[in-house]
């Protein structure tokens, strides 16, 4: 019996909390004006443009600039103890025994104390090996074979030392690498660049 007249209870409670609930739930525009507009969509009529942006707020870099053109040293004159400067070539077709030899030139130079003025490589040639038939005018090529330079560049070597450097290095000279000592000229540092033989033809067309 008191079950019964619980639920009933409970039941009416509900009820009336229904009722009272029902026309906040119908009328939320009348009670609460702000909240209508709110719900509205305002941001159809706002710009977007800038969204998403952030470079700028990355700090601004250094412009780039530009490589100079390599400019050629002053060659050193010798004098009646010292000799200006030097060029150590070292070529070969192998470019590993050509850069590890040319390596420990250099690292031989710093441990004697001998100025190591520059240091650089030359372009690469290449030789094709060409091929006569047994019969026949024909010929085909039959290897391609190139040939890699290094250039160790010293300054004021002493000639007390010279000998005795060299000596040194074609003992330890490896076998397919030749070894070359001679004074530094200009024709030396222009044969760093390589040639473009079809822009010297299209500059000498302009200059006629």
Not at 1 to 29: D, E, I, Y
Not at 149 to 156: A, F, H, K
């Amino acid at each position: 019996m008191n079950a019964v007249f619980r639920k009933v209870g409970v039941t009416h409670q509900a009820f009336r909390w229904h009722q009272a609930l029902a026309p906040c739930r119908a009328t939320p525009s009348l009670q609460h004006p702000a909240r209508a507009s709110v719900n509205e969509r305002q941001y159809r009529t706002m710009p977007t443009h800038g969204i998403g942006r952030w470079r700028h707020l990355l700090p601004k870099e250094a412009p780039k600039k530009k490589k100079d053109k390599l400019q050629m040293k002053e060659i050193l004159a010798e004098t009646d103890t010292a000799y200006g400067s030097l060029n150590v070539t070292v070529s070969g077709h192998d470019m590993t025994l050509v850069e590890h030899y040319s390596q420990y030139i250099h690292n031989l130079c710093n441990r004697l104390g001998i100025k190591v003025a520059d240091s650089y490589i030359l372009p690469t040639k290449t030789t094709e090996v060409m091929l006569m038939q047994e019969q026949g005018t024909k010929m085909f090529v039959d290897a391609v074979l190139k040939t890699h330079e290094r250039v160790v560049q010293l300054s004021s070597l002493d000639a007390t030392a010279c000998p005795v450097l060299v000596d040194v290095l074609l003992q330890n000279q490896p076998e397919g690498v030749e070894l070359s000592v001679s004074e530094h000229t200009e024709a030396h540092f222009q044969a760093r660049f390589k040639g473009r033989p079809e822009l010297e033809g299209l500059i000498a067309q302009l200059t006629y």
